[in-house]
Every structure is written in C-alpha cells, then in structure tokens.
C-alpha cells in the first residue's frame, strides 16, 4: 500500500510528491493501493507500505504496523526522528556537520514541531532584533517548538539520497526550482569547490542514525569548501532527479521484501 502524504505537507509540490510515489509503484510493477494519509486506519491490511505520510496519526499506525514485522519505507520511527527539534539534537549530539547557533551574518528561525507547510514557517533574521520580533510572530501563531540557527553565506546544495545506493546534488540557484524563495537569501551560486564524498558520507550517516530511507535536504558550501547541512526531510520529491530515484527506491524495497 502507497500512503500519500497530506496535502498540508506538500506546499507548492502536491504533484510532484504524488508523481514520485506513483513512479515507485509502477516500477514495482504489482497492483499497489494508493491511500491518502488521513484514510489510513487500522483496518488497513497491507505486507509493505511505501509512506510519505507526517501526521501524527499515521506515525503512530505505522509504528504499530512495524512491530507487527510489516516493511514500512519510511520507516515511522524515522520519520518522528527527522522533526526539527528531535533532528537538531541528534546531529549536535552526533557532530554532524551544521551551522553554529550564533553568528555575525544573521539567523533562521524554523517551526520545529512539525515539517514547514508554509513561507512563514522558516524566517531569515538579518539581526537579533529581527529574530526576536519573529520568535513573537511564532508565539501569536501558537508556534513555541521552533529551531534557531546563525545563517551562512555560501552556494546553498539541495541534495537527495535513498540508503546507500543513490545520492544526487543540485544548486537551486542554477534552475531556479525552489519551493520557497529562501534559497534567493544567499543569492546566485558560485559554485565553490568542496569535498563531494564527504558530503554524501555525512548525509548517508545522518540518514542511518535516524533510520530514514528515502531522503533529502539542503547544506550550505562556504567559500572555503565547508559544508553545513540545514535541512534534512524524508521522502522528498526528488523532481530534478524522479527517474533515477524511483528505480533506487524500488529496488530498495524488493530488497527489503527479500
């Protein structure tokens, strides 16, 4: 069974989340239900689930599916550990690689509780000033879970991986595909030199501490090659590289079925 995820999540790419997880099903070439995430319930009865799903709710069903012994891909313990709040603490406690909490070119404040569903949910902050101004638009919001960090001037990266055996990287700025317009903060890339493999080994390590299949993100690539991963999520779109990852992913999971 396909779960597709909650249009709420899908903020300027409804299409393209439900064209990759149609892709998926097509190359597994079986008859594969599709269900929208607030349908999912407990009657549900499927051996393997391919989840784009992010409500709470449906964390919890695929949990329980899990212990069942049922394949679930993403898995939901991974998917609750790739929140914002819980994602920032695992990667300091880990050492990723990721931007410092203070710094002298401003800060992002991002709604951590759940995944970004809106512009406003990730803000840039030129000054503290700014920053406190936009922690009390939050709280007027209901929103106190949130995520700070300084910003780093350098060629944002998006990336896209699934397990160990794909990995893709792109510079939003090049085809100017961006789902907000945040990327525009740190302008046009320069395209600065940086160690690619170390770049995939960290991602593909950050991945398997959470254990989160299917993935992707952004880094900051500084001008002296230093990285800094500030966005992870699961299951992305993947629409720079759709194709590609739809055989990666199901092959993953004929994989994960043996």
Same mark, same amino acid.
């Given at each position: 069974m396909a779960v597709r995820r909650d249009d709420r999540f899908s903020p300027n790419s409804i299409e393209n989340d439900r064209d990759i997880l149609q892709s998926v099903c097509r190359l597994l070439g079986k008859e594969i239900?599709?269900?929208? !995430? %607030?349908?999912?319930? !407990? %009657?549900c009865d499927a051996d393997v689930y391919l989840s784009m799903g992010r409500l709470p709710k449906t964390i919890r069903l695929l949990k329980s599916f899990e212990?069942?012994?049922v394949v679930v891909i993403n898995s939901a313990h991974g998917v609750a550990a790739s929140m914002r709040c819980k994602l920032h603490e695992t990667m300091r406690a880990n050492h990723i690689s990721m931007p410092p909490s203070h710094g002298e070119h401003g800060y992002w404040l991002k709604r951590g509780d759940v995944a970004a569903q809106e512009e406003g949910d990730v803000v840039f902050c030129p000054d503290e000033d700014a920053l406190v101004k936009a922690k009390?638009?939050?709280?007027?919001?209901?929103i106190d879970d949130y995520v700070v960090s300084a910003h780093v001037p350098g060629d944002v990266v998006k990336f896209?991986?699934?397990?160990?055996?794909?990995?893709?990287?792109?510079?939003?700025?090049?085809d100017r595909r961006m789902k907000f317009s945040h990327e525009l903060v740190n302008?046009?890339?320069?395209?600065y030199s940086f160690d690619e493999w170390s770049l995939r080994h960290e991602v593909m390590r950050?991945?398997?501490i959470i254990s989160l299949d299917v993935y992707g993100g952004d880094a900051i690539v500084d001008e002296a090659g230093r990285f800094y991963i500030i966005d992870f999520n699961d299951w992305p779109s993947f629409s720079r590289c759709r194709e590609e990852a739809a055989n990666a992913i199901a092959s993953l999971v004929k994989d994960r079925i043996k």
């Amino acid at each position: 069974m396909a779960v597709r995820r909650d249009d709420r999540f899908s903020p300027n790419s409804i299409e393209n989340d439900r064209d990759i997880l149609q892709s998926v099903c097509r190359l597994l070439g079986k008859e594969i239900n599709m269900v929208d !995430e %607030a349908l999912l319930s !407990e %009657a549900c009865d499927a051996d393997v689930y391919l989840s784009m799903g992010r409500l709470p709710k449906t964390i919890r069903l695929l949990k329980s599916f899990e212990e069942q012994g049922v394949v679930v891909i993403n898995s939901a313990h991974g998917v609750a550990a790739s929140m914002r709040c819980k994602l920032h603490e695992t990667m300091r406690a880990n050492h990723i690689s990721m931007p410092p909490s203070h710094g002298e070119h401003g800060y992002w404040l991002k709604r951590g509780d759940v995944a970004a569903q809106e512009e406003g949910d990730v803000v840039f902050c030129p000054d503290e000033d700014a920053l406190v101004k936009a922690k009390s638009k939050f709280a007027a919001r209901g929103i106190d879970d949130y995520v700070v960090s300084a910003h780093v001037p350098g060629d944002v990266v998006k990336f896209y991986g699934v397990g160990d055996r794909f990995f893709r990287y792109y510079y939003p700025s090049d085809d100017r595909r961006m789902k907000f317009s945040h990327e525009l903060v740190n302008g046009e890339a320069h395209h600065y030199s940086f160690d690619e493999w170390s770049l995939r080994h960290e991602v593909m390590r950050l991945a398997e501490i959470i254990s989160l299949d299917v993935y992707g993100g952004d880094a900051i690539v500084d001008e002296a090659g230093r990285f800094y991963i500030i966005d992870f999520n699961d299951w992305p779109s993947f629409s720079r590289c759709r194709e590609e990852a739809a055989n990666a992913i199901a092959s993953l999971v004929k994989d994960r079925i043996k």
